[in-house]
């Protein structure tokens, strides 16, 4: 029923230079980063690759000083090597000799380790070093990048070495990766120990997804567009679908998948970031507090699903062996690190209600699994259809004339990742000589309009933090009301927990457990396909 009417249609406007004027140089003040857990996946993958790729577009400030901190011992010079190594394997931007002999000098490394009596003078000599050396005045970022069980014990050494104390001239910022907690009680633990040492605002909790230009975009598409604010609401929208869609499985990361399931790994973070982004009312102006009072706003508004209602507002799923793009991959049961009894979830789908005057009545169904048919993060609005169409019996399909009633609904479709864009998909009339209609779509691709590549979202971020815009950073109580309604739903699913052997209950390859199709068509709805 569909086709494609205009290719990029969104062609880039000439640009506005009251708007040029708006973007404002973003350097930060000279700062120390130190990356504790720098031997690990994450620093490879994606720190220093996004440090890297901020020193060559020449946004990092002069003197940077990255100190890299683990367990495994490490001279400066093998450091280095293996953090060369680390962007020539993982960069956004290709190594250039000049700019790593920059940033190279400003890269050293301190032993240190997480056990109690371990201090951290090593540490602090090199931050002290720094300061005289290469001017970073006392600033520093501290990023865990260690498991979620070093967090308090590292948060409470570095109270203890005298380093979490800002001045009125310097700062000390504290980066916490996800996973946040494991429900409310540990979520709401974890931040009442984090403020024994910190405040508030020296705690920049990372969710990756609000780095996305995608997702900012989805702030700009909403409140500096006047055409579809007016649209956002209730009255207008039938309902909305987020998926954050994902083709591999769970790699090596079996140990840890066990302990956390889908609920925790996607939806509590990305999907609640994204609903709540997409929810919530206009921000007065893009302030961090104001940004993030809207968002938690609407969290609030949420209504938790009780947890004896668990299991009829959600779908379970664990996938089976089966093909995906081509490659026949093993159920979840026999990844390595995984339980083969395991009743762990791979696939989650549930449907939340918005308790307020925007949103009543509207529900926003939300899912994601592992071993899904493609990788694919989207948010799908459905507009109601037209109340009445005078175009009775003129629906062209391939089988024939359909009643007025089979219109299809308008859709917004915002795409997060990959192909990132926006695609509005509307009826239009069939050229001939008949009034036959059809739904096409006018498509934005953000590759073809902007010619530009966009930045990591690691890179935003840590300039963000680096500049002290916590705007893109979850606050604590964001993060609480998140859990508070997973929780809900965990304690629901520990209460029915599923039997033995109705897992695992989709095939790699398939979009979900059969249920979870039957469970949107109760409400008489279906899952649109990425
Ligand atoms: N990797 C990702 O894509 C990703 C994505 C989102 C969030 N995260 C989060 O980011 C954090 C790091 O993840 P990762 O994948 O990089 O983990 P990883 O590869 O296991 O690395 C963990 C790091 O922590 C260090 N460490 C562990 N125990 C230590 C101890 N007792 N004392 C000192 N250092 C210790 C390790 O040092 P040694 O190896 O030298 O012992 C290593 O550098 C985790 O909280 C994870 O949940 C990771």
Known sequence: MTEVLTQAAAQEAEPNPL?????????????AVVIFGASGDLTQRKLIPALYALAAEGALPPGVTIVGAARTPMSDEQFRAAMR???????????????????????FYAHFDLQPDDGLDLLKSRLDESDRTRGTAGNRIFYFSVPPTGVLPLADKLLHAGLCQ???????????????????????????????????????????????????NLLVFRFANGIFEP???????????????????????GEYYEEAGALRDIVQNHIMQLMAILGMEPPSNFKA?????????????VRPIHPDDALSHTVRGQYAAGWVEGDHVPGYREEPGVKPTSLRETFVAMKLDIDNWRWAGTPFYLRTGKRLPKRATEIVIQFRRVPHSPFGGHVATPMGVLPPDAIDPNLLVLRIQPDEGITLRFIAKVPGQAMRIRSVNMDFLYGSSFLKESPDAYE???????LGDATLFARADEVEQAWRICTAILDGWRAHPPDQDSFPNYEAGAW????ARAFIQRDGREWHRP
């Open 460 to 466: 935003r971020l840590l300039l963000d933090c680096m």
């Open 289 to 301: 507090e104001t940004v993030r009072d809207e968002k938690v706003k609407l969290l609030r508004a």
């Open 19 to 31: 708007l040029e004027g708006l973007r404002l140089t973003r350097m930060p003040a000279p700062c």
């Open 166 to 216: 800002q001045g009125p001239d310097n700062f000390r910022r504290v980066v916490i990766e996800k996973p946040f907690g494991r429900d409310l009680e540990s979520a709401l633990e974890l931040n009442r120990s984090l403020h024994e040492d910190f405040s508030e605002d020296q705690i920049y909790r990372i969710d990756h997804y609000l780095g996305k230009e995608s997702v900012q």
């Open 231 to 253: 649209l956002w609401n209730r009255q207008y929208i039938d309902h909305v679908q987020i998926t954050v869609a994902e083709s591999l499985g769970v790699e090596n990361r």
């Open 512 to 515: 979900g457990p059969e249920e």
């Open 85 to 107: 190594s680390a962007i020539e394997e993982h960069s956004r931007v290709p190594l250039r000799e000049d700019v790593w002999e920059g940033f190279a000098t400003g890269l």
